[in-house]
């Protein structure tokens, strides 16, 4: 419960400043819930509010009386720090951080006006014995410049504001009759303390009040293995509470919320409120509040404001523009957003790295017409200009989100809306920083404001709920009716001292500013550890007995010196588990039903993928199946050259486009050394056009570049090692196309060439990866079966026209190789002998082939469709189809192939 004087301050009409916002609004909440008990329906309003926006009120009255005319203006915090950082980056211009240097020193000004005498204390720092070293002098340079700014534009800014209403005291009379309580504030500054000094003897009516009052606390200690651990006792201790005294207050102070926030919020959902985490619950309130917000511009609605503000400026990273067209925040996004987000597909497969603007909305014609056509409206009315005041950049960036429909149709949430509102504000505070900046170029203007964005802290407030969790300081003074203190560990509690690092030690710990001393953190912490075991009827302080395994930590002094008895063991098992985890243990075991057949094929069907669908079939059933009977597509990889099919494309173009020009071995035998040179320029260079244009454009022009030349020295080495040296041939065709009838599957082949050869036809064919010699072709399941379904089909479309050879040509920079068979190896002696594979004949071995591929084109036919992947996970990896049959789940451990 709050101190009864506060209340009755409240009853009577006082004014009750507080440090922070939060205790101001619980303070309100406190009053009015008190009035509503006593039966009454209608009060005054209480006036409760924080410290800042107190001052800003009596700022107003210095304005409302002109009770200082030298300053007319106060610059806000996101004016400041820009004109912090036009300082810093004028001064420093090697300065790689100017934003970082930019809020250092304007911590530093702060720190200086508020526990400083209220004089120009840098001054002494330029040279001074104060300053001990480069960065204090420095800072000193920057703030003497900040300060004649504020003189310059007759302006106050928020860190000087106290000092300046002092001087405007005389002037306006009403502040005799302020009736002011200060309640929470547990280490007023010295400049707050001159403030209230000047008030109180002009006659105002200031007291000061503890918030809580001292009253009997039960009290407890608990200790976890790690922070993580401590957190779910914490929590899970919240629960049981919130469910033991509904209507009850409870808090959870962390010490080091900052840091954790994220960690905190994934916790309490999970302990707090596990079901609200199911999809389509993201907009529901939940049972707890976390206190220190996140930074505005990370809140999806206002990232996807400004990344559209951006894309119409300039290209985005592939990744980051797919975010935004998957946005909710788009027109029509319930309905279409997977017809948008599909174009991540497209655009991974066209190598795209980068998309721009113009690329999204002609992308989006080809899916969701409607959205397309807005984009393209939008763009065309909204020009950005080069340079323009921050102004008419805000009236610019609201047209264009108009214009294309943000923040879409649907109707927005309570958070949504308030995060929308601290857009708006932020906009407004954008379009303020005229004052310091008159013209900001576009790039400058969109970086100022995301890190305005950056710089604004926000959370959406939620109606009253069960347990509050929030940092120390902020705890300390609030009434809880339980409350948890987390984190009070030896190390952690009083804080490390950490001076400020732009501001002289000595005159840090002559003014007694925080972090400045271990004796000043000791006294601090004691003040508030006491606020803080007052602010529940029953308190627990805890801490975690080692963090990442290192060093065990011991409790606080400060806590371990109160010897307070320990908590009872909460049930352990609801402390540790996961709701995932939890879920998961709850789950039925499962019925299996072994489904391996799909529909069979009508006779003489044709299956997509030519030969391909046969290797498949041989490598694995599922995967000839899922690629060429439902048609399924790998998800591509990003890339930032040509793929490996692409590569394949472009030898299969240049050597078709090099044989229809030389045509046979007399041809070739006659060019000399660069005749043959500038052919195979031709053949590459025209290979290019095999790849779309559009294709070249997203391959970066280095790699481009070096394709052709690539390409060239890849076909002068297989030409040298394996054609020039071969007995006379004619390239008979290439790129042939064919067709075969297997156990009644259809299939249709493209034979790379084909060669006439003494003895009759050699079917070749180009490969880029890696080929088998012909001893591991003859598996049951046979492999690299391409060559022997060419024969097949050759035979069936001219069986008077022999074929007596066939042969991979291995294409592969660094391992060019060739890997066949001939019935006559006098046609070509780098081939093997018929003879002397396992077949022993060619007629056997087109036999052998028919049967072996008759095999497996019935397996096709009849819809045989298990997981059994060829070489276990070897053939896995190579595949990229796991997610879909879920090897991982099915037949072969994950870890096999990972391992792999
Ligand atoms: S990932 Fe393995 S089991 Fe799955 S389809 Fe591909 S090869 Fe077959």
Redesign the pocket.
């Known amino acids: 419960m709050f101190e009864s004087r506060l209340l009755a301050a409240l009853a009577a009409g006082s004014t009750v400043v507080t440090p922070n916002k939060r205790l101001a609004r619980t303070l309100v909440a406190t009053y009015d819930n008190a009035q509503r008990s006593a039966g009454r329906r209608a009060w005054p309003a209480a006036r409760a509010l924080p410290w800042s926006a107190w001052l800003e009120q009596l700022w107003n009255d210095v304005l409302a009386h002109d009770a200082l005319p030298t300053v007319t203006r106060l610059l806000r915090a996101p004016q400041a720090r820009w004109r912090w950082r036009q300082i810093i980056a004028a001064d420093s211009a090697a300065l790689s951080d100017v934003r970082g240097a930019a809020a250092l020193a304007a911590d530093a000004w702060a720190i200086t006006k508020a526990w400083g005498g209220g004089g120009e204390s840098w001054r002494g720092w330029r040279n001074d014995a104060l300053a001990e070293d480069d960065d204090c002098a420095t800072y000193a340079g920057w703030a003497e410049r900040f300060h004649a700014t504020l003189g310059h534009m007759r302006a106050v800014d928020d860190a000087s504001l106290a000092d300046a209403l002092i001087r405007a005291i005389d002037g306006v009379d009403a502040w005799r009759n302020l009736d002011i309580v200060l309640a929470g504030f547990i280490e007023p500054t010295p400049q707050h303390d001159r403030l209230i000094t000047a008030l109180t003897e002009r006659g105002a009516r200031i007291a000061r009040c503890e918030p809580i009052a001292a009253r009997p606390t039960q009290l407890a200690r608990a200790s976890a293995g790690s922070p993580r651990d401590e957190m779910l006792l914490a929590l899970t201790w919240a629960r049981n509470e919130a469910l033991a005294n509904p209507g009850a207050t409870i808090g959870i102070a962390v010490e080091d919320l900052a840091s954790r926030r994220d960690e905190v919020i994934a916790l309490a959902e999970d302990v707090l409120c596990p079901a609200l985490q199911l999809p389509g619950h993201e907009g529901e309130t939940r049972p707890y509040n976390v206190s220190l917000g996140s930074s505005l511009a990370s809140a999806p609605l206002v990232a996807a404001a400004l990344g559209w503000i951006e894309l119409s400026i300039r290209s985005l990273p592939l990744a980051q523009a797919v975010v935004l067209l998957r946005s909710p925040y788009l027109p029509d996004a319930t309905a279409q957003w997977p017809r948008r987000a599909a174009l991540v597909k497209t655009w991974l497969d066209s190598g795209r790295r980068e998309v721009s603007y113009g690329d999204a909305a002609n992308a989006l014609d080809r899916v969701d017409q409607a959205l397309g056509e807005r984009l393209r409206r939008a763009f065309a009315a909204y020009r950005f200009p080069n340079e323009a005041s921050p102004r008419v950049w805000v009236d610019l960036w609201r047209g264009w989100l108009a214009a294309i429909g943000w923040p879409g149709d649907r109707p927005l949430t309570s958070a949504e809306q308030q995060t929308r509102d601290a857009f708006d504000e932020l906009l407004v505070n954008f379009a303020a920083m005229s004052v310091v900046d008159e013209r900001m170029r576009m790039f400058d203007a969109l970086g100022a404001l995301g890190d305005l964005g950056d710089d604004t802290v926000f959370q959406p407030e939620s109606p009253p709920v069960p347990v509050q969790i929030v940092g120390l300081l902020e705890a300390a003074g609030l009434p809880f009716d339980r409350l948890w203190i987390a984190g009070l560990a030896a190390d952690r509690w009083p804080r490390a001292p950490q001076p400020h690092p732009l501001l002289p030690l000595a005159w840090q710990r002559d003014h007694d500013v925080p972090r400045s001393s271990a004796a000043r953190e000791l006294r601090f912490a004691r003040k508030v550890t006491t606020l803080l075991l007052r602010g529940a009827p029953r308190v627990i302080a805890s801490y975690a007995r080692s963090v990442d395994d290192d060093e065990p930590r011991r409790a606080s002094q400060l806590i371990a010196e109160l010897d307070l008895p320990a908590l009872a063991p909460l049930d352990s098992e609801t402390c540790n588990a996961s709701y995932a985890s939890q879920l998961y243990a709850s789950a039925p075991s499962l019925e299996a039903i072994a489904d391996l057949r799909m529909q069979p094929l009508a006779e003489g069907a044709s299956v997509r993928g030519g030969a391909h669908a046969i290797e498949a079939q041989g490598?694995?059933p599922?995967?000839a199946v899922?690629l060429h009977r439902f048609n399924v597509d790998r998800w591509p990889r990003a890339k930032t050259g040509l793929t490996a099919i692409e590569r394949g494309t472009l030898v299969h173009a240049a050597l078709a486009a090099f044989w229809n020009d030389v045509r046979d071995s007399a041809t070739l035998g006659s060019l000399d050394d660069s005749a043959l040179t500038a052919r195979i320029a031709t053949a590459a260079e025209s290979a290019r056009r095999s790849l779309k244009e559009e294709r070249w454009r997203w391959v970066p022009p280095v790699i481009a570049a070096g394709e052709t030349t690539r390409l060239a020295a890849l076909l002068r080495h297989w030409i040298a090692a394996y054609e020039r040296t071969r007995p006379p041939f004619a390239v008979e065709a290439t790129e042939v196309q064919a067709e075969l009838t297997l156990a009644g599957v259809s299939f249709r082949l493209r034979l790379d060439r084909v060669d006439r050869v003494s003895g009759g036809a050699a079917i070749i064919d180009y490969k880029t990866g890696v080929t088998l010699p012909p001893k591991a072709w003859f598996d049951p399941r046979p492999r690299s079966p391409q060559l022997g379904l060419y024969a097949l089909a050759r035979r069936q479309a001219t069986p008077q026209s022999l074929t007596c050879a066939v042969a991979y040509a291995q294409l592969q920079p660094g391992a060019v190789k060739l890997n066949g068979i001939a019935a006559d190896v006098v046609s070509w002696p780098a081939l093997v002998q018929v003879e002397d594979t396992k077949v022993g004949s060619w007629p056997a071995l087109e036999a052998w082939w028919e049967a072996h591929l008759g095999a497996l084109a019935h397996e096709l036919r009849s819809g045989v469709a298990d997981?059994?992947?060829r070489d276990g996970p070897k053939?896995?990896r190579i595949?990229?189809?796991?997610p879909?049959?879920r090897?991982g789940g099915v037949?072969?451990e994950v870890d096999d192939i990972a391992d792999e």
């Open positions: 490598n694995c599922f995967q899922a997981v059994a992947p053939t896995c595949c990229g189809l796991g879909l049959c090897v037949a072969l």
